[in-house]
């Protein structure tokens, strides 16, 4: 059974600080790695994927892979009021030809 | 930029109602999804098409039919709609198994 795990939060964070939003799969041989952000009321929009071990930047977004650990993160710095949402890890299963598996996703809550 | 429509973003049903929901994308996408969301379950499969005429069941398919008869329309039927049924439908597409795009979501009352 393919899972991913997400702390359902809601994670809450003041302006300005570092939001930090964690991923755990089951399925070792897992090849790609998304994250999505869904806002209240609306579908979810890609913010970035990932697919090396390591760091991976876009802007105030930072993705990190650990696929020894098993575990991928979302770090946003600087983190504003208009972050708050929902954020969804996505994951490829080893298969690379079946469907993307969802985590539930962890609410965030940027406290202005 | 990819482009995921959905016919409806709010519908309101009778019990026992055949019910469409129609999803477009014009990026000649090989795969199209269908989801639906509730709160506290995530996104959960109903089914998914890799080609045209072509489809699987997901995890949840009961209770849910699907067609695709051209490449760039996946739509979704529920054959007699219950109130167990009422949710928001998300349709997506993607080019390979890999990102996929979603469209805006259709919230479906089941009266």
């Known amino acids: 059974q393919k899972e991913v795990e997400q702390n359902s939060g809601p994670l809450s964070v003041p302006e300005g600080a570092i939001a930090s939003l964690n991923c755990t799969y089951s399925d070792r041989g897992s090849q790609s790695f998304f994250w999505y952000r869904q806002y209240s009321g609306k579908s979810p929009e890609l913010i970035m994927f990932i697919y090396s071990n390591g760091d991976k930047e876009d802007g105030r977004f930072t993705a990190q892979l650990n696929k020894a650990s098993q575990y991928v993160s979302l770090l946003i710095r600087d983190s504003q009021p208009s972050d708050s949402a929902t954020y969804l890890c996505a994951v490829m299963p080893p298969s690379g030809n079946t469907p993307l598996v969802f985590g539930k996703g962890t609410r965030l809550s940027v406290i202005a | 930029d990819v482009k995921v429509t959905q016919s409806s973003r709010y519908l309101v049903k009778r019990t026992g109602e055949k019910v469409f929901l129609e999803c477009v994308q014009d990026m000649d996408h090989e795969n199209m999804f269908w989801y639906r969301q509730d709160p506290g379950l995530g996104l959960r499969l109903i089914y998914f098409?890799?080609?045209?005429?072509?489809?699987e069941k997901g995890d949840i398919p009961e209770g849910y039919s699907v067609s695709r008869e051209k490449k760039e329309r996946f739509s979704l039927i529920l054959e007699s709609a219950s109130t167990n049924q009422t949710s928001m439908y998300l349709c997506?597409?993607?080019?390979?198994?890999?990102?996929?795009?979603f469209g805006p979501g259709t919230r479906l009352l089941v009266l």
């Open positions: 098409s890799y080609d045209v005429k072509m489809k």
């Open positions: 997506a597409s993607s080019l390979r198994m890999g990102t996929q795009y």
